[in-house]
């Protein structure tokens, strides 16, 4: 272990940022081996680690492969270059693949043995065969595109997550005729084919990729398969805006198709794959060496959870109906004379997300409201939040949606809400080039009594009924005039595209990024240390996703080396290196993964009392503590 003179002001005092997320990546592995979960939410989270693990690959492993290509030789806050980061994920992201091989094969066998399979070609009955030839012929073929690759027919482009078979053909009448062809399988299909249910009630599923070879004649006829590998790429998906972008809507339609044929990250090739097909797709998708992985096993483990099954009740985790807040029952439904009583915290998914959207929808009815904002980071496609908006500029109210298309992944969702937004009348606007807007404020402007009321929601997750019901995230419902006038003031640095000034605003309940939100984490940390040094109560309670930022660490080192009680939740990635003796004993830290997703951000101060107290200071936010969420959000 180091040494707290060794850790002192040295790099060392950091842990890996992308190490630390291959490690919460392994947590959640880890649940897909517990076997007190139901069976099929251990399937479940193998899929999504095998999903975060592409989106990894995609961004993160992406970025460092190009810093490394670049020659670029600066230091991760750890003390990595570039290329050390590079070899090191390389070889934790091996052992993670190798690990979510050995966990399909264990839950295959359990599936087995629950009467849910995963057929092989050779196992079907001749029923099965002419029920799977006429789905074929219906349903696969008009949407497949048989591809010859030879000097007329150039190697095709392949779709970022795109999964392709590769097969060596040869002529059935003429033994000196080859041919090399590409099957791509189409996005929008399923991946498992349901095979007719037996009266044993066994459930069979067979991959398309296993279908195809099947029905090979239909495809290439006179033409017999002697070999062939199914592949799978990953492309770079990051987007960088150009800070001189004339028209933001119509950069972002432009990267986003540059996205769509970023550069080669990944091609994860079957093992047994014949050595000429998989020395082909290396040369024509001009991929480096290293850009190629072999895998032991199947590929595109994401797509497991197509075979969750809906109807296997006794596999999955008992459902539960989310809690009504009460005291919105008490006032007859209606949201504002409930919140005019007295501030609402909601519990997601404990408590129900339809509080939320009840709260806009009456808001968008109600002849009183005379303005709605709110801000759009991510949420469904055809989300409630934005038919109540759209309902509401129909009704001739003010309604503005600050929606933020630089959302990584829902760039093209929030992009058609906006138009949706705009056609209906709503004031829509984008936010800064530079900076992301993080917030999730909804804020409604009430006549009330010849006087205007402002009710204010503030959540820490985003504005989505559907991750709603798995995420835990905290809604704040508040007729605070304080509260109301920050969130007004808020509203107004953005919607103005006005740079926001580098002193305190003067906001009051709110703290802001990038201009005072990490200046009153630091503040408070620093009145915990005196308090210690004082010898009056002291101590420091977080939860969030990720912490990263080197001065909020180095603020917690030194409040755990001046006697501050340190306990933190950080489910993700944490660079803060905990109890090491003289150093950071006083910091405990835990990872929590389990059946919904930990998302809410809560950070309490002693002030001065022992916690829990009413003296202490408790704060709800948007906000991780990393240098993005602090210094460009």
Aim: hydrophobic residues 40%; glycine residues 6%.
């Amino acid at each position: 272990m180091l040494t707290a003179d060794e850790l002192a002001g040295s790099p060392k005092r950091f842990f890996n940022r992308e190490i630390s997320w291959l490690n919460f990546n392994a947590r959640v592995l880890e649940e897909a081996a517990n076997t007190a979960h139901p069976l099929l939410e251990r399937l479940r989270f193998l899929s999504i680690s095998a999903s975060n693990l592409d989106e990894f690959y995609m961004v993160r492993y992406a970025g460092l492969r190009e810093q490394q290509r670049a020659g670029l030789k600066s230091v991760s806050q750890d003390g990595m270059t570039p290329g050390e980061q590079v070899v090191a994920i390389e070889e934790a992201a091996e052992a993670l693949m190798r690990e979510q091989q050995r966990q399909w094969k264990e839950l295959r066998e359990a599936l087995s043995a629950e009467g849910i399979r995963i057929v092989k070609p050779e196992k079907l009955r001749k029923t099965d065969l002419g029920w799977l030839e006429q789905t074929f012929v219906d349903d696969i073929l008009p949407i497949l595109t048989p591809l010859a690759v030879d000097p007329a027919h150039p190697f095709p482009f392949i779709p970022n997550r795109g999964f392709t078979l590769a097969l060596a053909m040869r002529s059935t009448s003429n033994e000196a005729e080859t041919m090399t062809a590409l099957v791509p399988l189409p996005a929008f299909t399923q991946r498992f084919i349901r095979l007719p249910d037996r009266a044993n009630g066994i459930v069979r599923f067979i991959a398309l990729e296993r279908v195809i070879p099947l029905f090979i004649d239909k495809l290439f006829p006179g033409f017999k398969e002697e070999g062939r590998c199914l592949f799978r790429i990953l492309r770079d998906s990051d987007i960088e805006i150009d800070d001189e972008a004339e028209d933001l809507i119509r950069e972002f339609e432009i990267l986003l198709r540059r996205r769509r044929r970023g550069k080669i990250v990944t091609i994860k090739v079957n093992e047994d794959a014949p050595s000429d097909l998989r020395d082909l797709i290396l040369h024509e998708m001009e991929a480096e060496p290293n850009d190629l992985v072999l895998l032991d096993g199947m590929i595109g483990l994401a797509q497991l959870s197509e075979l969750i099954l809906s109807d296997r009740t006794d596999l999955l985790f008992p459902s539960f109906e989310p809690r009504y807040p009460e005291r919105i029952r008490e006032h007859g439904g209606d949201c504002f004379a409930a919140i005019r009583a007295k501030d609402i915290l909601v519990h997601h998914p404990y408590e129900s997300f339809d509080v939320v959207v009840e709260f806009l929808r009456q808001a968008a009815a109600d002849p009183e409201v005379v303005a709605i904002k709110q801000t759009l980071y991510r949420t469904s496609t055809n989300s409630p939040i934005v038919a109540a908006l759209i309902e509401a500029a129909e009704a001739g109210k003010t309604v503005t949606a600050l929606v933020e298309i630089k959302a990584r992944f829902d760039e093209e969702t929030n992009l058609r809400l906006a138009r949706d937004l705009e056609r209906a009348g709503v004031q829509v606007v984008y936010g800064f080039i530079d900076h992301k807007t993080h917030a999730k404020i909804s804020l409604v402007v009430r006549r009330e009594d010849g006087e205007l009321t402002t009710y204010t929601h503030f959540g820490t997750g985003n504005y989505h009924p559907i991750t709603a019901r798995i995420y835990t995230d905290l809604s704040l419902f508040t007729a605070d005039k304080m509260m109301g006038r920050d969130a007004g003031r808020l509203f107004n640095y953005v919607t103005a595209y006005k740079e926001p000034p580098k002193v305190d605003p003067g906001m009051v309940k709110i703290s802001m990024s990038p201009i005072t939100l990490q200046k009153r984490l630091l503040d408070l940390i620093e009145v915990e240390i005196k308090n210690a040094q004082k010898g009056e109560p002291s101590g420091i309670w977080g939860k969030v996703n990720s912490l990263v930022d080197p001065d909020i660490i180095d603020a917690l080192y030194r409040a755990s080396q001046a006697g501050v009680p340190v306990r933190l939740v950080v489910r993700g990635i944490c660079c803060l290196r905990p109890g090491i003796p003289g150093f950071s004993e006083g910091i405990e830290v835990r990872s929590i993964v389990g059946r919904f997703l930990e998302h809410s951000r809560i950070v309490a101060f002693a002030n001065g009392a022992p916690l829990p107290s009413a003296k202490a200071k408790v704060f709800i936010s948007s906000a991780d503590w990393m240098p993005r969420n602090l210094k460009r959000r």
